[in-house]
């Protein structure tokens, strides 16, 4: 199992690691930074750590000693816009061709050295060769008609918050976007296309409510072992796909509630996933203020509410779409929350530890 | 010779220290900034060569109009300050 954890918070990069039975914050990096996205390249060791400056824009930095030391690389960069361009999103908003939020940071395969993926707002994607030492922008899903219908989700304009990469073919990318469903290459994106039938979308109108191109998965997963299956935890609900995203159904029953935003799924159990759900849209906070997280063994048929260790009072933690992780091992979860607080799972989530609980707001929570 | 000064906030991230430079309009100073400084040009500027969301130019005391083109005029004696925007947090 894991004994590392990296925590991006909305004040800094915290390293967390196990010290005999107990958790604790064993460094930090750019402390008071507001660090939205963190990423351990398990193929070379290399961290990244992706600053969101409020004035200076956003920053890439990159560790080949585990976080001691960092220097800054090259961030996406989006090309100049054509001369007389005015890009407008389906509710007439500007969208201007400049890197907002860096909302997914993912490897290549191991055979990929180097290869990074990078999902952005306002829904670029973007390809690293180099381990970040320059960017593309993915022209061919840049310039696909159909994403310039995609809008915002969580944030005034649209973005790329999931990428997961096909543990067999490198060139097989899912995509999860908000909003704009589930996009599909297997052509290392020469071609694209949207894989979300039989979503559903509550906040449109009826006659748009399976469009699949307007959909809001907050974040989509895939099973190491079975990368057919996706899990996918949307905004009023959760699907499953069982056929690499060319179909997806609903799964129904999530206690407490089948709103949120983080899912994950265990490595060789496609059939077990995670859930930390909220409210609902409307009210974004943890049912009776009990932090529960939702737990199914069979492929979403039943579910199981596991409350151990978690604060079951006044508790207003919500989790975040890369708020929860699962080691490799499929054994240890975490997930960190808005207010600052952690919890760590030795036993697939029967019981938690507090890692924290007077941290930053946290964004991402990434075993290393 | 233009004089620039960076806010004290951005030497926080990078080093940006005062510098005389040869230029007549905004962009033109701050292109002879960066041509010594490549590093800086994405803390000041965004990806379509704009003045950032939240950040300032003031000549003599004086915000500019031109945060796209950064078309307004610098005279040889001008004092350019860039500086951050309340409004970035």
């Given at each position: 199992?894991?004994d590392?954890?990296?925590?991006a918070t909305r004040k800094g ?9 107990r958790w604790r914050?064993a460094g930090v990096s750019?402390?008071g930074?507001?660090?939205?996205m963190v ?6 060791g290399f961290?990244?750590?992706?600053l ?7 920053k890439?930095?990159?560790s080949?000693?585990?976080?001691a030391?960092w220097?800054e690389?090259?961030?996406p960069?989006y090309?100049k816009m ?8 389906p509710?007439?908003k500007l ?5 907002e939020?860096?909302?997914a940071?993912e ?14 707002i306002?829904?670029g994607?973007?390809r ?7 960017w593309?922008l993915v022209?061919?899903?840049?310039d696909?008609p ?7 989700g ?5 973005g790329?918050h999931s990428?997961?990469?096909h543990p067999?073919n490198g060139?097989?990318?899912t995509?999860g ?16 296309n ?5 979503m559903?979308a509550?906040?449109?109108p009826?006659?748009r ?9 907050h974040?989509v997963v895939q ?9 996918a935890?949307?905004h009023n609900g959760v699907f499953?796909s069982?056929?690499?995203?060319a179909s997806w159904?609903?799964i ?6 089948s709103?949120g935003?983080a899912?994950?799924?265990?490595p060789?159990?496609p ?7 909220g409210?609902?849209d ?7 203020g009990r932090v ?8 979403g048929?039943?579910?199981e509410?596991?409350r151990?260790?978690l604060p ?6 919500l989790?975040y ?6 080691d ?7 997930f960190?929350s ?10 697939q ?7 924290g609980?007077h941290l930053p707001p946290?964004y991402?929570v990434?075993?290393? | ?8 906030n951005?030497?926080r991230?990078?080093?940006c220290?005062?510098?005389?430079v040869r ?6 100073v701050l292109?002879a ?13 965004d990806?379509?060569d704009?003045?950032?969301k939240h950040m300032?130019?003031?000549?003599n005391g004086?915000?500019?109009h ?15 300050y860039?500086?951050?925007?309340l409004s970035?947090?």
């Amino acid at each position: 199992m894991s004994d590392r954890l990296l925590l991006a918070t909305r004040k800094g990069l915290f390293t967390a690691a196990r010290d005999g039975t107990r958790w604790r914050i064993a460094g930090v990096s750019f402390l008071g930074d507001n660090v939205p996205m963190v990423l351990s390249d398990q193929r070379d060791g290399f961290l990244y750590a992706v600053l969101e400056h409020g004035h200076f824009g956003v920053k890439v930095h990159r560790s080949r000693d585990a976080g001691a030391t960092w220097e800054e690389i090259t961030a996406p960069v989006y090309p100049k816009m054509p001369e007389g361009v005015e890009e407008r999103d389906p509710w007439g908003k500007l969208v201007h061709w400049r890197l907002e939020h860096v909302w997914a940071l993912e490897p290549g395969l191991d055979d990929e050295s180097g290869v990074l993926w990078c999902g952005t707002i306002p829904g670029g994607l973007f390809r690293s060769t180099n381990r970040g030492g320059s960017w593309e922008l993915v022209r061919s899903l840049w310039d696909h008609p159909a994403r310039k219908q995609w809008f915002g989700g969580g944030a005034d304009l649209p973005g790329i918050h999931s990428v997961c990469v096909h543990p067999h073919n490198g060139k097989h990318l899912t995509l999860g976007v908000s909003c704009g469903g589930v996009w599909i290459t297997t052509d290392g994106g020469e071609t694209w296309n949207c894989r979300a039938d039989g979503m559903r979308a509550a906040y449109m109108p009826p006659e748009r409510q399976y469009d699949p191109n307007i959909q809001d998965p907050h974040r989509v997963v895939q099973c190491r072992a079975a990368p057919d299956h996706l899990w996918a935890q949307h905004h009023n609900g959760v699907f499953r796909s069982t056929d690499g995203a060319a179909s997806w159904h609903e799964i129904k029953g999530v206690p407490p509630s089948s709103f949120g935003f983080a899912v994950a799924v265990h490595p060789e159990d496609p059939d077990t996933a995670w859930f930390v759900p909220g409210t609902s849209d409307e009210r974004r906070i943890p049912v009776e203020g009990r932090v529960v997280v939702a737990r199914t063994r069979d492929g979403g048929r039943s579910f199981e509410a596991l409350r151990h260790g978690l604060p079951q009072e006044h508790a207003y933690d919500l989790t975040y779409r890369h708020g929860l992780d699962i080691d490799e091992t499929g054994q240890r979860l975490a997930f960190g929350s808005t207010t600052g607080s952690c919890w760590v799972s030795n036993d697939q989530g029967d019981t938690w530890q507090a890692l924290g609980e007077h941290l930053p707001p946290i964004y991402c929570v990434r075993f290393a | 010779m233009a004089r620039v000064i960076f806010t004290r906030n951005l030497q926080r991230h990078i080093a940006c220290l005062p510098c005389e430079v040869r230029g007549t309009t905004v962009r033109t100073v701050l292109d002879a900034v960066f041509a010594h400084n490549e590093a800086a040009r994405g803390y000041v500027l965004d990806d379509q060569d704009a003045l950032r969301k939240h950040m300032l130019v003031f000549i003599n005391g004086e915000q500019i109009h031109d945060r796209i083109a950064l078309s307004d005029p610098v005279t040889d004696d001008a004092e350019v300050y860039v500086m951050q925007a309340l409004s970035g947090g």
